[in-house]
């Protein structure tokens, strides 16, 4: 960031910004509704979905989640809803988000290679807890099936079908190039029913190689 560049409002930086949403947010009770204009601004210009659509949180509220919390902005068009403030400061990169969603869509093959292996295939000991790929990895499949992904595709998936709205995790639709590669791919695909401790075994020997 350069000298006299502004995150957002008077904030130079990313941290500072961070710091005063954070001592903000301690100061109020779990369960107590408040406002704050600093918060309804940087969510209503810095979310991608609000900052589209043209909404904006007007209170806040947090819930007790064990160690952490939830937070949950109310809006006029769709009542309360969860929202990362920390993810409007530090976003994910979209190439992140839709990677996340081909690794949920492939969980039928992850589930149905346990099913047939219960116990781990490296070791022949310990349960099989996980699916390793062996070849070719998860992240060479991504990587091939992102870059069949055209600029028209990605804006259909940010704004059309990664839906703020919408509670359920995020899902990508089935005509859609880069779910459709992953799936194809995954016919073919070898993989490994593994313990923890050999999962990273695996991945460990993997990286010696390259």
């Not at 806040?60 to 769709?78: E, Q, V």
């Not at 292996?117 to 992102?146: G, M, N, W």
């Not at 992904?149 to 899902?171: A, H, V």
């Not at 016919?187 to 490994?192: E, M």
Request: glycine share 2%; proline share 4%.
């Amino acid at each position: 960031m350069k000298k006299n560049d502004y995150f957002f409002r008077d904030y130079k930086t990313k941290t500072a910004l961070k710091k005063d949403i954070k001592d903000l947010i301690d100061s109020y009770a779990f369960n107590q509704e408040f406002e704050s204009e600093l918060l309804s601004d940087l969510i209503a210009q810095k979310h991608y979905y609000c900052s589209f659509y043209g909404i904006k949180p007007l209170r806040f509220i947090k819930r007790n989640n064990y160690n952490s919390y939830d937070f949950y902005g109310f809006f006029t068009t769709l009542g309360w809803h969860k929202v990362s403030w920390r993810k409007c400061i530090y976003p994910e990169s979209k190439e992140l988000i839709v990677k996340q969603a081909l690794r949920d869509a492939i969980q039928p093959y992850s589930s149905e290679r346990k099913r047939q292996y219960p116990i781990c295939e490296r070791c022949c000991k310990e349960p099989s807890e996980e699916t390793d790929h062996i070849d070719p990895e998860f992240d060479v499949i991504a990587k091939q099936a992102l870059e069949t992904l055209s600029d028209k595709d990605w804006e259909s998936i940010m704004i059309n079908s990664f839906d703020f709205s919408i509670k359920e995790p995020f899902r990508l639709p089935e005509n859609n190039p880069a779910l459709i590669y992953t799936l194809e791919a995954h016919k073919t695909a070898k993989l490994q029913a593994v313990c923890k401790k050999c999962h990273n075994a695996n991945a460990k020997e993997r990286r010696k190689k390259t």
